[in-house]
C-alpha cells in the first residue's frame, strides 16, 4: 500500500506511513490484492492523555484518482515508552509523534486503550480534535461499565474487532464491537438492537453504550456515523453453528432446538414490525425486487459454468415474485442471518447477534425495510450447511428445516411454506445459494457442491410444488 497521504501534520505522516505497512495484514482490511493508496489520516484522542486514539483512515482501491475510496476505523495506543506485554500489538516505534518518542500498538489489545473507550461510553461526554471528533452514550437504562475491566480480542473476525471486557462477580462483562469500515448514517447493528432491548425483547444482549462521532468522509466532507457498539457478553454461551455441527456428528436431532430458533426467530421479527417502521410490498417494490433477484441469477450464471444449464429454470422462478398479490409488509431485519448469528444461552436460550446486515452492502441499503423472510432464508441455508459437516447426515437437515419453519409459523400465524409466502421464500432461499455458489467457487471449490446440490433441489421442489 503506498503513501498519497493529505494530513495536517508530521506526526500524521509517520503514523500514515506506519499504519501502509501494517493494515493490509490485517483481516479487516479489505483493499487485499489491489493497489490501495493513503488519502488522508484524523486522529482524535478519546481522553486528555492521548495515549488511546482514534484514526479514520482513508484508503484510495487502485490508482485512478477516481477509484473507490474506504475509510476504515483505525485505534490505536500511543505510548512513551515500550510494553513487553503488547508486543504482539506493535504497530511500530517512531522517534517523534506530537514532540515525544512513541511506540504505536493496536489499540483493542491495549487495556488502556479499551478503559479510555469504556470511560467516554460511561461519561456520555465527547473527545476530539482539530480533525474530527468523538462523543460516547450510554443506552437508556443500559449495563454499567465494569469498575475493573480485564479486556481480551476475540479472534478470528472478518470485518470488525470485537473486545470482551470481563468484569468481577456480580457485575455483567461486556463485550466492545469496533465497526472496521466507516460509513455515514446509523449503523443497524446499534439501531435495531437497540430498539429491541428498549421494547424488553430478551433474544438480543442488552446495550451498554456507543460511540458516535464524525470524520472526512471518502469525498472530502463531513459524514457522521457509529464507530463502537458496546452490548452485554454472554459468557458461558455456544454459538448456534457449534451446537448444531455437534449434534449433526453426534447422529442427534436437533429438531426441538431448530422449533425453537424458529420461535425466536420470529419473536425479534415481531418486536421489530412493531418498534422500526414498515412499508407496504407494493407491486412497484416487488417488481423492484424480482428485477434484483434476476440480477443476481444472471450473473451467478456467468460467474460459475456449472450453473447454466438451470439458468431458466432459475429466472422463472424468482421472476415469480413480482406476481405476488399478499406480500407480508416490509419491515427492519437482521440482514445477514445463520447460525454463527446466534448464541445458546443456557439461562436464556437463543439470543441474535450482530444486526449489522452484510458487511459489503452499502450501509443505506441494509437499513432498508425487507422481506423477514430473507432471514428465514438464511438461517434454512445454514442449516444445510451443517448437515453437509459429515458425510450422511441422513434427513438431519431437513428435519432442522420443517421444525424451524414450524416454530417460526407458531409465532408469526402464517406459514412460510404455504401460499404466496412458499413463492418468496423459494426465491429468496435460492437468491442466497446462487449467491454461495460463487462465494465458493471462488474462495472454498472443495465447498462448492453444498450450494451447487441446494439450487438443483430447490428448483426440483418448486418443479414439483408449483405453489
Known sequence: MSADVRTSTASDEAIAALLRDWAPAQRWFAHKGVAAHVQRIERTPLDETGVAQLVALTVRSGEADDAPRTVYSVPISVRPAPDEALAHALIGELPDVDGVRAWIYDGPHDPTFTRSLLTLVASGEGAGSRAFGVHGHS????????????TKVLSGEQSNTSIVVSADEGETPLIAKVFRVLSAGDNPDVVVQTALADAGCGRVPRPSGWVDGQWTDAQGGRAVGHFVHVTEFLAGSEDAWRVATAAVAQGRDFSP?????????????????????????????????????????????????QLRDVAEAARARVDAVRHVTHAPALQRVHGDYHLGQVLHSATRGWVLLDFEGEPLRPLAERSVPDLALRDVAGMLR?????????????????????????????????????????VLLAALELDKALYEVVYEARNRPDWLRIPLDAVHRLLQTASADPS
Open 139 to 150: 443506552a437508556h437504562g443500559g449495563l454499567p461499565v465494569p469498575a475493573a475491566a480485564r
Open 382 to 422: 445454514s442449516f444445510d450447511y451443517a448437515a453437509s459437516t459429515v458425510p450422511d447426515p441422513g434427513g438431519w437437515g431437513e428435519a432442522c428445516r420443517e421444525a424451524f419453519l414450524a416454530g417460526y409459523t407458531e409465532v408469526v400465524g402464517a406459514d412460510p411454506r404455504a401460499g404466496d409466502q412458499a
Open 257 to 305: 432446538e431448530a422449533r425453537e430458533l424458529g420461535r425466536a426467530t420470529a419473536e425479534v421479527h415481531a418486536v421489530l414490525a412493531v418498534e422500526l417502521p414498515t412499508e407496504t410490498a407494493t407491486p412497484d417494490r416487488l417488481g423492484a425486487l424480482a428485477d434484483g433477484l434476476l440480477e443476481r441469477v444472471a450473473w451467478a450464471c456467468t460467474a460459475v459454468p
